[in-house]
């Protein structure tokens, strides 16, 4: 059964730092694209960044450059989202989220950690 | 970027009815869409891929249609479980999402 648990959310002030992780779990976690995706309080889905199999490819939304960075180490099956220079526009639940083989949808997500930045 | 607009924001259905959401893409995006189902408090489930492909283990209730610009989710007889949030989201490019439709009880 395939499983992204993520950890590391909580209240951080602006101008702060956070690390989020995503435990990978029940399938080949090196062969697939795994993306950040955010959800404010009440809003939408945004996507955040995403990161090649082998991680020599990382992208992200125009808001979060220069500020956050994807990572993942294959060997612990995890997934990481460095956040520095954290604004209060960063609230949001994020989700760890696959890419299946094939495609640039979203075939797993996790169950969310949320990060709350204020003062 | 692609900017994804769904109508209607909200639709008020009963159960049996049949739903149809839209979701317009700013530019072509070929059939690069995906469709996803988020309960409350929930992650987002994913329905549909590649604009009509149906997931594995979703009800063949749900479909999907649509190329180039226009998309539809339609759902053929509502459901209790079916009361939720809807989002499309292109994958042509980076990826975005829909606004959202959520599907309330009329």
């Known amino acids: 059964e395939v499983q992204l648990v993520e950890s590391g959310g909580g209240l951080v002030q602006p101008g702060g730092s956070l690390r989020l992780s995503c435990a990978a779990s029940?399938?080949?976690?090196?062969?697939?694209?795994m993306s950040w995706v955010r959800q404010a309080p009440g809003k939408g889905l945004e996507w955040v960044a995403n990161?090649?199999?082998?991680?020599?490819?990382?992208y992200y939304v125009d808001s979060v450059k220069g500020r956050f960075t994807i990572s993942r180490d294959n060997a612990k099956n995890s997934l990481y989202l460095q956040m520095n220079s954290l604004r209060a526009e960063d609230t949001a639940v994020y989700y760890c989220?696959?890419?299946?083989?094939?495609?640039?949808?979203?075939?797993?997500w996790g169950q969310g950690t949320l990060v709350t930045v204020s003062s | 970027d692609i900017q994804m607009t769904q109508s209607p924001s909200t639709l008020s259905a009963s159960v049996g009815d049949r739903v149809t959401i839209t979701c317009r893409a700013s530019?072509?995006?070929?059939?690069?869409l995906a469709w996803y189902q988020q309960k409350p408090g929930k992650a987002p489930k994913l329905l549909i891929y590649?604009?009509?492909s149906l997931e594995s283990g979703v009800p063949s209730r749900f479909s999907g249609s649509g190329s180039g610009t226009e998309f539809t989710l339609t759902i053929s007889s509502l459901q209790p479980d079916d009361f939720a949030t809807y989002y499309c989201?292109?994958?042509?490019?980076?990826?975005?999402f829909g606004g959202g439709t959520k599907v309330e009880i009329k």
């Open positions: 989220a696959r890419s299946p083989l094939n495609g640039g949808n979203f075939d797993y």
């Open positions: 029940g399938f080949t976690f090196s062969s697939y694209w």
């Open positions: 990161i090649k199999q082998d991680g020599s490819e990382k």
């Open positions: 530019q072509s995006i070929s059939s690069w």
């Open positions: 590649k604009a009509s």
């Open positions: 989201q292109q994958y042509n490019s980076y990826p975005t």
